[in-house]
């Protein structure tokens, strides 16, 4: 198999000597009677989907997907036995003998049969594939469907980059909730329908969709629900068979005539299912470049190497091991050279594409859908692959990156709660797999920033905008029935994509903290913001809440939490107020909160409500005014957490954003120190929750002794500084515990 040329000459003897002969009479009979029973359920010359199925396919540790062939749109008895009989030699195709070379199975002890069932008009339709498991980073509570417009292949062969929905598997089990937690639009602007012209096994064309389709999701929310929770219990039935959890990869389709879906496939996945979740390795880009292209990520890792661009299977003798190979799109034939690249890059396809399948048993980095990166990159450059986030980059030059790899199962659990600070929700579910205790910060701006990238304002006032403004905002905002839901739901999936990966741990989501100047930078901003002086002092946090010319776009905050909360079942979402400088714009961000269906345990004590439904708001100590009337601020909220960053720069009177005085910013001065005693004391004394979710103590470890010395709660830390941190803080606690 390393002879290229020499593989695809024996491979294509032995299948066309196979296609050659007839099959014995008996068998032939058979085929035909058991098609005649076919037409008579299904009706005369019905459609059938002629699939292969080899007995080594989908064993745990192995993947055939895409090894041997399947027929689609077969009609007739004659075109059936032609279709069985080259599925049958899809068995030595060039990339299955390849495979089962490296897997060390033995050709001729892995049989194969072939399945004909009653073809799903699809065509006409919807069809997908579906995952009970994050194909990316192995996150086990979700379920990932994708689907397209017309028949299923394009979606397999990564052709075209379908919609995308996520949904959260445990709130499947709750009556009543809609736990999708997140939907993305895909371009799907090819489909492959039946052709009426010619008459072969493969009676199949691909057409350009219509700008509607285009422009709108393949299922309805009822749709993506209903194959999740087939998807939840074909998954149970195989783990329960099998002893132990067995993640699933579905193919299912959907009857354009009819309506009715279908599961038309299942198989075991096989890339997570025995993977040890207790080894964590993260990788760290170092330096920072404006990416050459960017798509959809495959794999959490990096790898540098030199570029190689083929466009033709044909030419894959042309790649040299440890090259990265970009491409337009690969499909099983690229499998060889696949297998020797340090990463691939693709112009077509999405997460469930042949690249990123291959890709991720592999252990590669892959960059599926960049739309142009065969054009972008040049044959011979050397070029880093990054795919750490959801979105891949790959950047000109060899870039510094780091490897750290730990074992989860050997770090201590100190009785302080270690927690995470979480930017973007598409790192959550990798991030999870760190020892935490939950969420001490995610930050609804970085979401907005990411996700929507458009100031709710100008969504609120769509209508008297500019027409140049609507435009931008009309393509950002596709899929949804307006604008308002657009903002609402995308930040709804940034919260509940982070509140299902820490679930049931507590994630403390912070409202919008945009300054000023940050808010203009959205799409529409300049029109709604003032240019301020000193941002970081002005109109932020809660003084914006309230005001009438910002009032409404918190609202959509407030319904938002109120959907993860209620609608999805997420209750481990805790709300947190930023920069709140008085007690009186504290009582009225509760109000404006409860006119949108939020009861916090202060609105229901003022109004003498029951206490059903309740939800705990924390409210961020960062400002000195916050420490000395602690007991105020205590009064109205349910624990605070300190931002040791702002609180640094106002205890000190400094410009955070000025470098000419940055050598003073310390949270190790003693006023900060002060401060910082002094409301843990009293939240302690309350019996309310009282953390950290600033830089300090990733920078510095021996402010993270002096917080532990205190007895806080909780330190919420980045990512790449939890496990040190961690072992840190038990050496101290059990030092302390010695005195």
């Known amino acids: 198999t390393k002879n290229l040329a020499d593989l695809a000459a024996r491979g294509k003897f032995i299948r066309e000597s196979i296609r050659a002969k007839e099959f014995p009479s008996d068998l032939t009979a058979a085929i035909l009677s058991a098609y ?43 075109d059936v036995l032609l279709a069985v009989r080259a599925a049958m030699a899809s068995l ?43 194909t990316e980073s192995g996150f086990r509570d979700v379920i990932l469907i994708n689907g397209v417009w017309g028949l299923g292949e394009l979606i397999v062969q990564g052709e075209v980059t ?86 699933m990869d579905m193919e299912w389709a959907k009857d354009g005539e009819s309506g009715e879906l279908f599961i038309v496939q299942a198989r075991p996945e096989t890339v997570h299912a025995g993977r040890d979740f207790s080894k964590v390795r993260e990788f760290a880009l170092l330096e920072k470049k404006t990416p050459v292209v960017k798509g959809a990520s495959v794999g959490s890792s990096i790898a540098t190497g030199r570029a190689r661009i083929i466009l033709d299977a044909k030419n894959v003798g042309q790649f040299r091991k440890g090259e990265v190979l970009v491409t337009d799109m690969t499909d099983p034939d690229w499998e060889p050279i696949m297998k020797i690249a340090s990463a691939i890059v693709t112009d077509k396809g999405g997460r469930t594409s042949h690249a990123a399948i291959v890709s991720r048993e592999l252990g590669i980095p892959a960059v599926v859908g960049t739309e142009n990166a065969t054009r972008r990159i040049v044959t011979g450059e050397v070029v880093t692959v990054d795919t750490t986030g959801s979105d891949g980059a790959v950047y000109a030059g060899k870039l510094r990156f780091r490897v750290t790899e730990s074992d989860v199962k050997k770090i201590p659990k100190p009785k302080t709660h270690i927690m995470v600070n979480v930017a973007m929700p598409e790192t959550a ?144 979402v805790i709300p947190m107020v930023p920069f709140c400088r008085t007690t009186e714009e504290a009582m009225s961000t509760l109000e404006i909160m409860a006119s949108a269906g939020i009861t916090t345990n202060y609105i229901a004590e003022k109004r003498g409500l029951a206490k059903k439904n309740i939800t705990p708001v924390y409210v961020m100590c960062e400002i000195p005014s916050n420490v000395l009337l602690a007991d105020k601020f205590l009064d109205i909220f349910d624990g605070m957490s300190i931002g040791s960053n702002d609180l640094t720069q106002l205890a ?44 300090a103590p990733s920078d510095y470890p021996e402010f993270a002794d002096f917080l532990v010395g205190e007895g806080i709660e909780s330190i919420s830390l980045n990512s790449d500084t939890v496990i040190p941190t961690t072992i840190r803080i038990a050496k101290q606690e059990k030092a302390m515990k010695r005195r």
């Open 36 to 78: 005649k029973t076919f037409e008579v359920r299904y009706g005369k010359n019905a459609d059938a989907a002629v699939r292969s199925s080899a007995t080594a396919e989908d064993l745990p540790g192995a993947s055939f997907a895409g090894e041997h062939e399947t027929y689609l749109g077969i009609r007739g008895g004659e």
């Open 92 to 134: 030595f195709t060039d990339r299955a003998i390849s495979y089962r070379v490296d897997k060390k199975f033995d050709h001729f002890k892995v049989a194969l049969s072939v399945g004909v069932q009653k073809m799903v008009r699809s065509d006409k339709g919807v069809s997908g594939v579906m995952f009970t498991v994050d």
């Open 162 to 247: 379908p919609d995308e929905f996520l949904v959260w598997k445990k709130g499947l089990k709750n009556a009543g909730s809609t736990p999708i937690v997140d939907k993305r639009l895909g371009a799907k602007n090819r489909k492959m329908v039946y052709s009426s012209v010619g008459k072969n096994i493969k009676q199949t064309k691909i057409i350009q969709t219509t700008r509607k389709e285009r422009d709108r999701f393949v299922l309805s929310n009822k749709e993506i629900l209903k194959l999740a929770r087939w998807g939840a219990l074909i998954e149970e039935h195989y783990s329960k068979k099998n002893g132990a959890w067995t993640p």
């Open 429 to 572: 579910f990798e991030t999870s797999f760190l020892p935490n205790s939950g969420v001490g910060l995610a930050r609804e701006e970085f979401i907005i920033a990411s996700k929507i990238g458009i100031h709710p304002m100008a969504l609120i006032n769509f209508k008297k905008i500019a027409p140049k403004l609507q435009k931008i905002i009309r393509k950002k905002t596709r899929g949804w029935e307006n604008e308002i839901q657009f903002y609402i739901d995308n930040l709804v999936f940034g919260i509940a994509k982070i509140g299902t990966a820490f679930y049931p741990h507590p994630v403390i989501v912070r409202f919008s903290d945009f300054k000023t100047n940050e808010y203009r930078t959205l799409v529409g901003g300049e029109a709604y913001e003032p240019e301020e002086e000193n941002p970081m002092i002005g109109w932020r946090g809660a003084s914006r809440y309230y005001d009438p010319k910002f009032k409404p776009a918190f609202l959509l905050e407030c319904k938002a939490i109120k959907k993860v909360r209620d609608e999805i079942g997420l209750r481990n």
């Open 652 to 695: 000190l009177g400094l410009d955070r954003d000025s470098g000419i005085v940055s050598h003073v910013a310390n949270e190790n001065n003693p006023a900060v120190r002060k401060l910082i005693r002094e409301v843990i004391k009293k939240c302690r004394a309350r019996k309310k929750y009282i953390g950290i979710c600033g830089q």
